[in-house]
C-alpha cells in the first residue's frame, strides 16, 4: 500500500537526485506519451533549468519564474482538462502548454526543488485575491519563496510577472500555505507535518510527480 504520509519526502529524494543525474527519462516519457512537440518544450525547459550551485538563489527564481509566465498561457481547469479543479504535474502542464494557478505554482515549485533550491525555502500558497477595487476576492495560488524563516517572502505569481516581495503584492490575502512536507494555517498555534492527511489533490499530484520522474 502506497505510504501517503511519506510521499513529500520521497518526491523530495527524487527530485534532488535528478539534478545529479539527467533528465533524459523524462524527455522520453514526453516524447512516448505526448509527441514530439511537447518533447521539444521539455528540451527547452531543460535547457533553461538552473543547475544545483550554477546561479544565485534569487537568479533562479527569477529564471524559472519568467520560463513559465512566458511559456504556459493560463486557462481554467475546464478548458485544459474538462474538469471542475485539477492540479496537473509539471510534465502534464508542458504538454498542455497551459494550466490555471496552482498548475504555474507546482511546476514552479518542482522546477526550483531540481535547480537545488531548498524545499524549506518554499511554500504553495492559496490567497484570496483583489483583482479590481470594490470586486469580489477570488480564490488564487501562488508560490513563496522565503530566504530564511522569519524573512518577507517573494511572491511568484502568473498574473504579475514580476518577482516582489508580499508587502508588494497587497492584492493578496494568504489562507493557508503547505510543501511537501509541512502545512501552514494563518493564525494557528501550531504547523501541521502532513499536508497530504488535509489536501487530497496535492497528495495526488504528489504522486504523480513521483511516477514522472521514475518510470
Known amino acids: 500500500m502506497f505510504n501517503w504520509a511519506r510521499a513529500g519526502l520521497t518526491l523530495l529524494v527524487v527530485l534532488a537526485s535528478i539534478a545529479a543525474t539527467n533528465l533524459d527519462k523524462m524527455q522520453q516519457l514526453a516524447l512516448t506519451r505526448y509527441g514530439s512537440d511537447v518533447a521539444r518544450l521539455v528540451g527547452e525547459w531543460r535547457a533553461m533549468l538552473p543547475v544545483p550551485g550554477g546561479l544565485k538563489e534569487l537568479e ?57 533550491i531548498p524545499e524549506s525555502r518554499m511554500r504553495l500558497t492559496y490567497v484570496r485575491l483583489q483583482q479590481q477595487p470594490g470586486a469580489p476576492a477570488v480564490a488564487h495560488m501562488i508560490l ?13 505569481d502568473n498574473f504579475v510577472a514580476e518577482i516582489r516581495t508580499a508587502s508588494k503584492r497587497p492584492d493578496l490575502v494568504p489562507v493557508y500555505a503547505f510543501n511537501a512536507t509541512n502545512l501552514w494555517i494563518p493564525g494557528a498555534s501550531a504547523v501541521g507535518t502532513d499536508p497530504t492527511a488535509r489536501i487530497s489533490k496535492w497528495r ?6 513521483q511516477a514522472e520522474f521514475t518510470l
Open 60 to 116: 533562479k527564481l527569477e529564471r524559472i519564474n519568467n520560463f513559465f509566465n512566458h511559456r504556459i498561457r493560463w486557462a481554467d481547469d475546464q478548458t485544459v482538462w474538462q474538469q471542475e479543479d485539477y492540479w496537473a504535474t509539471l510534465l502534464e502542464t508542458l504538454s498542455k502548454g497551459a494550466g490555471d494557478c496552482e498548475d504555474f505554482a507546482i511546476a514552479k515549485y518542482a522546477s526550483l526543488l531540481i535547480s537545488g
Open 144 to 156: 513563496a519563496y522565503y530566504p530564511d524563516p522569519s524573512a518577507e517572502p517573494l511572491i511568484l
Open 204 to 209: 495526488d499530484v504528489l504522486a504523480r510527480l
